[in-house]
C-alpha cells in the first residue's frame, strides 16, 4: 500500500494510501496498540492508529509529539507541573502538539483514526511511562528507560502494571488505580 515516487532531485518517497489501511480495518492494526507504522526508513516516526485503545497511563517522549485526527474526536490527556490533569479534545481534522517532557495520554473510542509524527529515536534517547491516582493526583509509579528498550518492553510493562494491585495502589491516600477498558469519550464533542 506504499508507492514509490521519484522528487526533482531523484530521491525516492513514499505514498502511502492511507485509506486504502483504513479500510482494511482492525485486521491490519492487530494488538493493543492498534496502530500500523510507516516510513520506516525515515527520520519521523509516523505512525497510523485507530480506536479504541484502552490505557490509564501517561507517555514521556524527548521530543515534541503532533497528533493529527483523521476521522472522529479523540481525548489527549496532558500533566503540566502544578496543574494537575488537563483533557483536550482533539476534533476530525485538528493538529495537536505535546511538547517534548509533558506527560500525555491519548485516548481513543472506537471509530477513530489518526496519524501520531514524532521524530524517530536516536541511540541514548530515554523516555517514561507514568501513572497517576485519580483520586489525589499523586504520581503512583513512573518507569523510565532507553527509547531502544521501550519499544518492545511497553507491553510487557503495561500489562505487569495492570496485574499487580499493589503497584496500582497510591501510596498518598490508598486509592487502587482502576484497569483500563476500551476507552469511550463521554459528553460532548
Known sequence: ???????????????????????AGADAFPG?????????????EVVLV??????????VNPYDELFV??????RVDTRAPG????????HEGELF???????????RPAGTWG????????PGDTEAVEWYCDRCDALIERVTMESSEMI?????????????EERRTCRSCGEVLAQPGPFVLDGPE
Do not use: C, W
Not at 97 to 107: Q, R
Open 115 to 122: 496519524l501520531v509524527v514524532e521524530i524517530r529515536r536516536r
Open 152 to 164: 518492545g518492553s511497553l507491553m510487557p510493562l503495561l500489562t505487569a502494571f495492570q496485574a499487580s
Open 97 to 107: 502538539m505535546v511538547p517534548a517532557g509533558v506527560p500525555h495520554s491519548p485516548l
Open 83 to 90: 496543574e494537575g490533569l488537563r483533557q483536550n479534545l482533539v
Open 1 to 23: 500500500m506504499t508507492q514509490q515516487a521519484e522528487t526533482r532531485d531523484g530521491e525516492r518517497t513514499g505514498i502511502v494510501a492511507v485509506d486504502q489501511l483504513r479500510a
Open 50 to 59: 485507530r480506536g479504541p485503545n484502552s490505557r490509564n497511563d501517561f507517555h
Open 32 to 44: 493493543a496498540l492498534a496502530a500500523k507504522a510507516l516510513y520506516p526508513g525515515s527520520q519521523f
Open 69 to 74: 485526527q483523521l476521522e472522529g474526536t479523540i
